[in-house]
C-alpha cells in the first residue's frame, strides 16, 4: 500500500518532477559556458527531486504506518512533522540555489551616462 500512495502523490508532484528533470539537463548542458549558475542550479534541482521523492515516501510510509497501529489524528500529524519541516527546509534550500543561480555571475552594467538636455517629465 505504501508504493501505490507514493506512486499516486508523485503522479500529482509529476509536473514539477518533470521540471526539475529538465533542470538538471539544461544545467549538464550549460556547464562549460556558465559554470556557476549551471553548478548552483544542478544543485538546486537534485536537492528539489530528491525532497519531493522523499517527502512522498515520508508520507506515503506514515499512512500506511497509521492504519497498521491506529494512531489518532494528533499521533499521526505529529509525526508527519518529521518529514514535513525538514522537506520545508530542503525545498526553502532549493529556491534558494535557484534564486542565487540566477545572479551570480552576472556583469555589472554602468548606467547610461546622465543626458543634460533630457527634459524630466
Do not use: C
Request: charged share 10%; proline share 5%.
Amino acid at each position: 500500500m505504501t508504493l501505490s500512495i507514493m506512486f499516486q502523490q508523485l503522479a500529482y508532484a509529476a509536473p514539477s518532477l518533470i521540471v526539475y528533470l529538465v533542470g538538471m539537463v539544461l544545467a549538464v548542458i550549460f556547464i562549460r559556458k556558465y559554470l556557476m549558475p549551471a553548478i548552483l542550479t544542478l544543485l538546486a534541482v537534485i536537492i528539489l527531486l530528491v525532497t519531493t521523492v522523499g517527502v512522498s515516501f515520508g508520507q506515503a510510509y506514515l499512512a500506511t504506518q497509521r492504519l497498521e497501529y491506529g494512531w489518532s489524528a494528533v499521533q499521526y500529524s505529529q509525526r508527519l512533522y518529521l518529514v514535513s519541516i525538514p522537506g520545508s527546509i530542503l525545498r526553502g534550500l532549493g529556491a534558494a540555489l535557484l534564486l542565487a543561480a540566477v545572479f551570480v555571475g552576472r556583469k555589472t552594467k554602468e548606467p547610461p551616462p546622465h543626458d543634460k538636455y533630457q527634459l524630466n517629465g
